[in-house]
T-cell receptor
Framework: GQQLNQSPQSMFIQEGEDVSMNCTSS?????WLWYKQDPGEGPVLLIA?????ELTSNGRLTAQFGITRKDSFLNISASIPSDVGIYFC????????FGTGTSLTVIP | GAVVSQHPSRVICKSGTSVKIECRSL??????MFWYRQFPKQSLMLMAT?????????EQGVEKDKFLINHASLTLSTLTVTSAHPEDSSFYIC??????????FGSGTRLTVV
């Protein structure tokens, strides 16, 4: 099925730095979701966005639903070692589509 | 929040045998569940959608006779990998829609076929 374009593919950052990743689609979505997956585990929902322009925070995480409804971004502020993992965006229109993932490595 | 319980978390089987993976929604009803396959360092690829009380819908390229899906009740979906071969080794994950939270995922099953 369709996959969303997610960038960057991987990031290596120093602890304490901020992180930004985004997701784009050629289709309009009604819902954008951001998940984190730890090795050997299933994805865990971080933030759900339901309205164009919506900006939602969850602790150090902030995500926005793009005005065009074709994109979303996720920011992580003041990264810590436990932020390591793979982050996936997901969009839902008439179907549910996953992003290609962003692998985050935080260097202590 | 919603919980989807997936078992087993790891399984090693001999080539030619069948393996069943279970996915249960613990505190909500799921008329639909999704089954994904994930290769190392890659995204999740949707294999099929299971529907309670009706046949599963398979994505293009997924062999329905090899990956048998049964949605026996509003809280249970199973994926059976039949006559498994080493190329079937992968990480399998289920999920169920749980609005307004989105989609809740199971913890995944690491299948190794030897």
């Amino acid at each position: 099925g369709q996959q969303l374009n997610q960038s960057p593919q991987s990031m290596f950052i120093q602890e304490g730095e901020d992180v930004s990743m985004n997701c784009t689609s050629s289709s309009i979505f009604n819902t954008w979701l951001w998940y984190k997956q730890d090795p050997g585990e299933g994805p865990v929902l971080l933030i759900a966005l339901y309205k164009a322009g919506e900006l939602t925070s969850n602790g150090r995480l902030t995500a926005q639903f793009g005005i065009t409804r074709k994109d979303s971004f996720l920011n992580i502020s003041a990264s810590i070692p436990s932020d390591v993992g793979i982050y996936f965006c997901a969009g839902h229109g008439n179907q549910f589509y996953f992003g290609t993932g962003t692998s985050l490595t935080v260097i202590p | 929040g919603a919980v989807v319980s997936q078992h087993p978390s790891r399984v090693i089987c001999k080539s030619g045998t069948s393996v069943k993976i279970e996915c249960r929604s613990l505190d909500f009803q799921a008329t639909t569940m999704f089954w994904y396959r994930q290769f190392p360092k890659q995204s999740l690829m949707l294999m099929a959608t299971s529907n309670e009380g009706s046949k599963a819908t398979y994505e293009q390229g997924v062999e329905k006779d090899k990956f048998l899906i049964n949605h026996a009740s509003l809280t249970l979906s199973t994926l059976t990998v039949t006559s498994a071969h080493p190329e079937d080794s992968s990480f399998y994950i289920c999920s169920a829609p749980d609005r307004p939270y989105g989609y809740t995922f199971g913890s995944g099953t690491r299948l190794t076929v030897v």
